[in-house]
Each structure stands twice: as structure tokens, then as C-alpha cells.
């Protein structure tokens, strides 16, 4: 997958963590504590598949919205893409690996060759991308990886693209156990 195939989606995603560290800042600002690291991450999400809804390069796949997922039909070259985050490819990655799948049976996959996978990292100075051809297994239509990612294109974060303030951390657990205090009903007791 070229860099000039992604760029697009690439400057899409930056302008979304631009939008996402404003809401949270704002959020912040009204509420005295951050948003929460999931409600960033869905936020991002939701202002990405906004702007490549509008854009009529791109066809949002409706299936997968509600869920968070952001999958799209490049108009041009007629092919599928889902996006997923680096933390949750791996995560992924692991449970097939750790055999958690293997107490299911899981049905012969169906190959679809227009589905690509693009696992992207955003992180404090760049956002890479890199792809791998996918499968959907299933009634579910779940996404299996096949083969090995491709490197598929780095884009600096510059000054501009985030504001004067670092993205959010997207390796940063949300600590629940804070929001209640001693031994009220829903704290952590560990």
C-alpha cells in the first residue's frame, strides 16, 4: 500500500487527535478532572469517521459505526479498509495467539481480497501506518489478519497538526478506581 494511497486518511486521523486533545481540554476546562482515556479514544473515532464520511473519496461502512469500528470503501481504487489502533491489533494478536479462540470453534474463513487491515500508532512525534490483507470469519464477520504488516507510511506530528499541547496517551490506562472514594459502592478494594 503506497504512502499516496494513505495520506489522505493519515492527515484525517491528525486532524481528528487535533480535535479530540480540544475536546479534552475543553472538557477539562468545564469538569476539573480529564475525559477519560476511552471517551478520548471514541471521540477520535467518531470525529474520523465524520470527516471521511463527508469526503466523497470515501463510503463509511454503516456496519461497524455504532461500534466504534472505522471501516471504508477507498471510491478510487474500489477497495475495503478497516482501521485499528496498534494497542488493538495486538491485543487481538494475543488472544488468537493464547489459544482463547481455540474454546470456540471457529468456521473456515471466507477471503475477502478487498478488505485491508491499517493498524495505525499514534504517537508523541509521528503516526505510522501499516497494512495487511484481511479475512472476515463468521456469521460475525469478525477480521482475521493474513499474513504479516507492511510498513505502509510515517507522518511527523508537527506543532500545528495538535496545537501547542501533547496528544493524549494512548497507552495510558483509565484509573476507575480514583473516581470513588473509601469504600463507597463501585471503588476498587484491591
Given at each position: 500500500m503506497s504512502h499516496e494511497t494513505l495520506d489522505p486518511v493519515a492527515k484525517y486521523l491528525l486532524s481528528s487527535a487535533h480535535d479530540t486533545k480540544e475536546f479534552s481540554l475543553e472538557f477539562k476546562l468545564k469538569h476539573d478532572m480529564p475525559p477519560?482515556?476511552?471517551?478520548?479514544?471514541?471521540y477520535l473515532r467518531s470525529v474520523l469517521q465524520a470527516k471521511l464520511a463527508r469526503d466523497d473519496a470515501y463510503e463509511l461502512s454503516a456496519r461497524r459505526v455504532e461500534f466504534g469500528r472505522i471501516e471504508f470503501t477507498d471510491r478510487d481504487l474500489n477497495m475495503r479498509f478497516l482501521l485499528k489502533s496498534s494497542a488493538a491489533f495486538a491485543i487481538e494478536q494475543q488472544m488468537e495467539m493464547g489459544g482463547q479462540?481455540?474454546?470456540?470453534?471457529?468456521p473456515a474463513p471466507s477471503l475477502v481480497a478487498d478488505l485491508q487491515i491499517i493498524v495505525f500508532d499514534l504517537g508523541r512525534t509521528e503516526l505510522?501506518?501499516?497494512?495487511?490483507?484481511?479475512?472476515?470469519?463468521?456469521?460475525?464477520?469478525q477480521v482475521r489478519v493474513v499474513g504479516q504488516l507492511v510498513h505502509a507510511?510515517?507522518?511527523p506530528i508537527e506543532e500545528a497538526d495538535i496545537g501547542e499541547t501533547t496528544l493524549?496517551?494512548?497507552?495510558?490506562r483509565d484509573r476507575f478506581d480514583e473516581l470513588g472514594g473509601e469504600n463507597e459502592?463501585?471503588?476498587d478494594d484491591r
Open positions: 477519560t482515556v476511552m471517551s478520548q479514544r471514541h479462540l481455540a474454546f470456540f470453534p471457529v505510522t501506518f501499516a497494512t495487511a490483507p484481511a479475512m472476515e470469519v463468521g456469521s460475525k464477520k507510511g510515517r507522518w493524549f496517551d494512548q497507552d495510558v459502592e463501585g471503588s
